[in-house]
């Protein structure tokens, strides 16, 4: 059974940093690409980032372009979102998503259960 | 960057209603298109990916189609279970988008 379970949310302050995990099983995650989607209380879906399967190829929203870092560790089974200079407007849920072997950008058939990251003073 | 646009922003409809939600793209997508589910407090389920083809163990009632720009979802019959929020997305180019989604309620 495919299971990804994310972790690392909280509340930060303004400026402050986080790093969030997804911990991938049940499938062979080095032949996936990954990605996170977060959505804003009350708010619908935004797409955040994307990492290949080898992390040769990674994507980010321009919204959170410069500040957000996304990485895998293959050997773990886990993908990575560092989250610095954190804005009130990062407030949301943050979903890791699995992306359907294709020829990316695909659509996800897998998501996790979402982590919530709340920033605020 | 690739805009979708969804119609409507909510819909009121009954159990055993056949519904349609339009999904629009700010340009051509060909057949680049999924939808998703999603209830409250819980993460979104595929339901359609490709434009029209079903997920895996997703029901039947549910139908896809549309290419280029102009997308729907229908549900042929409404069942209690399918009053929720549904979102289209392209896959088509980056940045991934998805639209604002149609909330789906009872009447």
């Known amino acids: 059974e495919v299971q990804l379970v994310e972790s690392g949310g909280g509340l930060v302050k303004p400026g402050g940093s986080l790093r969030l995990s997804c911990a991938a099983s049940g499938f062979t995650f080095s032949s996936y690409s990954m990605n996170w989607v977060r959505q804003a209380p009350g708010k619908g879906l935004e797409w955040v980032s994307s990492i290949s399967s080898s992390s040769n190829s990674i994507y980010y929203a321009d919204s959170v372009k410069g500040r957000f870092t996304i990485s895998r560790d293959n050997a773990k089974n886990s993908v990575y979102l560092q989250m610095n200079s954190l804005r009130a407007e990062d407030t949301a849920v943050y979903y890791c998503?699995?992306?359907?072997?294709?020829?990316?950008?695909?659509?996800?058939?897998?998501w996790g259960q979402g982590t919530l990251v709340t920033v605020s003073s | 960057d690739i805009q979708m646009t969804q119609s409507p922003s909510t819909l009121s409809a009954s159990v055993g209603d056949r519904v349609t939600i339009t999904c629009r793209a700010s340009q051509s997508i060909s057949s680049w298109l999924a939808w998703y589910q999603q209830k409250l407090g819980k993460a979104p389920k595929l339901l359609i990916y490709k434009a029209s083809s079903l997920e895996s163990g997703v029901p039947s009632r549910f139908s896809g189609s549309g290419s280029g720009t102009e997308f729907t979802l229908t549900i042929s019959s409404l069942q209690p279970d399918d009053f929720a929020t549904y979102y289209c997305q392209q896959y088509n180019s980056y940045p991934i988008t998805f639209g604002q989604g149609t909330r789906l309620e009872i009447k």
């Open positions: 998503a699995r992306e359907t072997l294709g020829s990316p950008p695909y659509y996800f058939d897998y």
